[in-house]
């Protein structure tokens, strides 16, 4: 089945909308994607219909509301293909998945001289929170370098570890680069060495379709925004096996058994690692982005991203002065780039004004950009709801920039 543009085109009622007087060419998509009427919808009719605090309650809106949001769980099972619906943990996103683990997977298996591994390409969402837990641990953080085309030195990475490495956490597509990492291989090398591995999806779920049991992956992270859900939502998956080992992250209502000023017993999976009201508005939400996303058929998106990402790719390499980062021989459509002599600030500013919106600065990856030894890029990154034509009005804005900048 071939994409039918004209038609996802109408399920996103912001494509329409003009900026600065100008139609909305949306390439940010992989800072935050826009959401479909049937996201907005569902979550809407939760309000209007449904709304109640789930779990526990004995009342029709709250049954509705804890079904909805059991539901969702269930959806975001079967899309990774996780085992046991237990192993999928609701959180506020990406970064609060990697803090969770980061934090509790610290606690009950590194110590002092432990190692945890990181790629050189990650987004600070999965630097940061390993550099906090080994500050607190005393264990050493380790980087697995890419090379200048942006692909990941994989063949290193045996050697980098050591009988002290606990982790590896690495993300399967780089939001910056664009690159689709081998996770097959790091998982198989790591899990040789009896290292557990962690994989940031946030810019993989939407393009590729992901099996975490074939993978044999130990914990996936990503986000419901950048997956045409809403915001404040995100999942952890982990094996059982782990998760039940690890101590609970956050205390409050939800995830405990017994209360006493004694001692607490806490709550079986997923509900230990689910502190607090849930989200559950936004949890029915991702559901249905899954459900949409499915529909379409990640096969077909795929195949359709590529395209505009070739047509993108050969377009833009075709003017003068520009450089791309991230030419890596496995990639999504992502294009970071810089024209000589031209700010990325100034690009970027340029062409918003002729109702472009593409990102710039760093993309929070900053040792990317210390790669390469620049302050930051200008990033456009597509979806499947855009066409060739809004790549031809990019190619056009750059040219018109480009000209402005000549003296
Ligand atoms: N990891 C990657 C690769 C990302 O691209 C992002 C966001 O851009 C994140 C993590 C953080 O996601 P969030 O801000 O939704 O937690």
Known sequence: MAIDIQKIRKDFPILEEQVHGKPLVYFDNAATTQKPTQVIDEMVKYYYKYNSNIHRGVHYLSNKSTDGNENARKIVQKFINAEHLHEIIFTRGTTESVNLVANSFADKYISEGDEVIVSEMEHHSNIVPWQLVCEKKKAILKV??????????????????????????????????????????????????????????????????????????????????????????????????????????????????????????????????????????????????????ENIGLENIDAYEQELLAYATEKLSGIEGLRIYGTAEHKTSVISFLVDGIHFYDMGMLLDQMGIAVRTGTHCTEPVMQHFGIDGTVRASFSFYNTKEEIDALYKGILKVCKMFVH
Do not use: C
């Open 144 to 293: 697995l370098p890419f090379n200048d085309k942006g692909e990941l030195l994989v063949d290193q990475l045996d050697a980098l570890i050591s009988d002290r490495t606990k982790i590896v956490a690495v993300n399967h597509i780089s939001n910056s680069l664009g690159t689709i990492n081998p996770i097959q291989k790091i998982i198989d090398i790591a899990h040789a060495r009896g290292v557990k591995v962690l994989v940031d999806a946030a810019q993989s779920v939407q393009h590729v379709k992901i099996d975490v049991q074939e993978w044999d992956v130990d914990f996936l992270v990503f986000s419901g925004h950048k997956l045409y859900g809403p915001t404040g939502i995100g999942v952890l998956y982990g094996k059982e096996d782990l998760l039940n080992e690890m101590p609970p992250w956050q205390g409050g209502g939800e995830m405990i058994k017994e209360v006493r000023f004694e001692g607490t017993t806490f709550n079986e999976l997923p509900f230990k690692f689910e502190a607090g009201t849930p989200n559950y508005i936004d949890a029915i939400g991702l559901g249905a982005a899954i459900e949409y996303v």
